[in-house]
């Protein structure tokens, strides 16, 4: 059985960072792409940023330079680096898996992801 397990959100101040990390068990993701997504109340789900297993990355616009994405696959897991956080990042934060291993640029829809975690919430005050 799949499992996506995310940690790190919380409560911080606007300006301040945040580390999230999504641990993935039950099947190996090595080749696979990887992402996080948002949903903040009473919106849909928002892409944040892949990686794929090259380090290909892509990035929303409203993240780009302020939020960084990694992965180690020694150890099945993604991270999220999130700094100069603002109030309208305030969400629940998302981790994804794709089933079919990808050779070029990791997919930015949430269709294209068959793995989900149960989220962890990350609430940034002005």
């Known amino acids: 059985q799949v499992q996506l397990v995310e940690s790190g959100g919380g409560l911080v101040r606007a300006g301040g960072s945040l580390r999230l990390s999504c641990v993935a068990s039950?099947?190996?993701?090595?080749?696979?792409?990887m992402g996080w997504f948002r949903q903040a109340p009473g919106k849909e789900r928002e892409f944040i940023a892949t990686?794929?297993?090259?380090?290909?990355?892509v990035y929303a616009d409203s993240v780009n330079g302020r939020f960084t994405i990694s992965r180690d696959n020694a150890v099945s897991t993604i991270y999220l680096y999130m700094n100069s956080l603002k109030p309208e990042d305030t969400a629940v934060y998302y981790c994804?898996?794709?089933?079919?291993?990808?050779?070029?640029?990791?997919?930015?829809?949430?269709?294209?992801?068959?793995?989900w975690g149960q989220g962890t919430q990350v609430t940034v005050s002005s």
């Open positions: 039950g099947r190996t993701f090595g080749r696979h792409p």
């Open positions: 990686i794929n297993w090259n380090s290909n990355t």
């Open positions: 994804a898996a794709d089933s079919t291993p990808r050779y070029g640029m990791p997919p930015r829809v949430s269709s294209e992801y068959d793995f």
